[in-house]
């Protein structure tokens, strides 16, 4: 079948700013040349029907009614982008369309660029005008609200707005955002991608758990000051200073101090890596970016055997700048930036190293190297 419209959905990863998007922190972030497409055309009514080329089945439902129970399908996201829409809009037109998935592997946020390719979508068949951080928003909050994952706007800010040309510089309290383009005096990389083998749904991961503890930390360090405590879903890292938390970590429970630590940790290495890019440094860059990653493992506890593995290996390969958990950090992938001289030595070493510990990943471990791309976008 023919379709009007095509929509590219870039996946991302982020270098600096893991776990601190849902406590309002700063966080940088590229899109990636590898996505989700999604071609459609609208339909004369409100009559969505979807098929995937990556999953089975297909979706059909219809726009002006209310989204009902969740069927824990691949559709539901189609159904989100719905749900967030229409608290703002009325929606009269459907679509009839096919999703693909170009990477299937975790840790690159497959879930929010699939829900901005239907939030566009969606929009685009009812002549609706959304900027790109609207879009943001609507997507965020259907993985919030629908879907049931506690995010921030990281994931949703790197995908609709990210530039082949540089970082995303994203303040997720005030959602201020810049890229800073590469600096002429930067060596080349490329962004190597090491799928574990092993999937992961944040949803039913210990993801949200992460986001509770943070905000109970919060909520310690306001009680032991004697402040008032706000309610929970408004109760952030970043509206505490770090000289409250100075004060007070020793009388926390250790749970919870570490969550803290590794919030105000991260600030400070953002903060750093974007002095670095800004000067061209990329070893110090990525040096920063295994910084995060040990914070990530001992302070956020975050991290499977097999993620730990593939982090312990790749700090020791030549051509790796640095890198991390990709994404959340539980199950999924890792993310390095790399010289590419060095790809095919750096794939090599590091299957064999992997799979001599995990042998029974051998079908499933992938190894990719991608480019940053230009965010979400219809494609002519």
Known sequence: MEYKYHIFAPYRVCPLGAHVDHQHGIVTGFAIDKGVDLWFTPSDDGHVHLESLTFEGTVDFNLAQASQVKEHHWGDYARGAKYALRKRFTLKYGIEGVVKGSLPV????????VLIAYVMAFAKANDIDLTPMEVVKIASEAEREYIGLNNGILDQSCIALGRKDGLLFLDC?????????????????????????LTRSLVGSDYNLRVFECKTAAWN?????????????????????????????????????????????????????????????????????????????????CGSPELIAIYDIMRTLPGVYGGRFSGAGFKGACMALVDPEYKKDIEAELTRRYLERFPEYEKTFRVYFVKPDDGARFIK
């Open 106 to 113: 975790g840790g690159l946020s497959s879930s929010a660029a």
């Open 173 to 197: 309290d005030s959602d201020e955002y810049r890229v800073i383009r590469r600096n002429p005096d930067m060596p080349d990389f490329e962004i190597g991608i090491f799928f574990s083998g």
């Open 221 to 301: 360090m306001l009680a032991y000051r004697d402040q008032p405590l706000r309610p929970f879903d408004r109760t952030f890292l970043r509206d505490i200073p770090k000289s409250v938390f100075d004060e007070t970590r020793e009388v926390m429970p250790k749970r919870f101090a570490r969550r803290a630590e590794h919030f105000y940790s991260e600030y400070r290495r953002v903060r750093q890596g974007v002095t670095a890019w800004e000067s061209g440094n990329l070893q110090l860059f990525g040096r920063l970016c295994f910084d995060s990653c040990e914070s990530s493992i001992h302070n956020y506890e």
